[in-house]
């Protein structure tokens, strides 16, 4: 894992109701940080979708991961420590 390779992005908890997502919890860049976009989700610690509001805003440092046969997500490591911006 290169750190140089993660950027700090805004991101924030919201409420999905996709099919295949575990719980209706989770995490996704606000808008105007391309690469990252809106429409990404965002795997990180679940401390941000279970201990905090829905709405909560968050700076983390992520990476874009690209899978083979997946969509884009954002990635940040679940150890790393987060912001929580007011």
């Given at each position: 894992?290169?750190?140089?390779?993660?950027?700090?992005?805004?991101?924030?908890?919201?409420?999905?109701?996709?099919?295949?997502?575990?719980?209706?919890?989770?995490?996704?860049p606000l808008?105007?940080?391309?690469?990252?976009?809106?429409?990404?989700?965002?795997?990180?610690?679940?401390?941000l979708s279970?201990?905090?509001?829905?709405?909560?805003?968050?700076?983390?440092?992520?990476?874009?991961?690209?899978?083979?046969?997946?969509?884009?997500?954002?990635?940040?490591?679940y150890t790393?420590?987060?912001?929580?911006?007011?």
């Amino acid at each position: 894992m290169k750190e140089k390779d993660y950027q700090e992005i805004i991101v924030e908890s919201f409420i999905t109701f996709e099919r295949g997502k575990h719980g209706p919890v989770h995490i996704r860049p606000l808008p105007g940080q391309e690469p990252y976009l809106e429409t990404m989700f965002v795997q990180c610690t679940k401390t941000l979708s279970n201990d905090f509001p829905v709405g909560t805003k968050f700076k983390i440092r992520a990476k874009i991961i690209q899978p083979v046969d997946g969509r884009a997500f954002a990635s940040s490591h679940y150890t790393w420590p987060y912001e929580v911006l007011k």
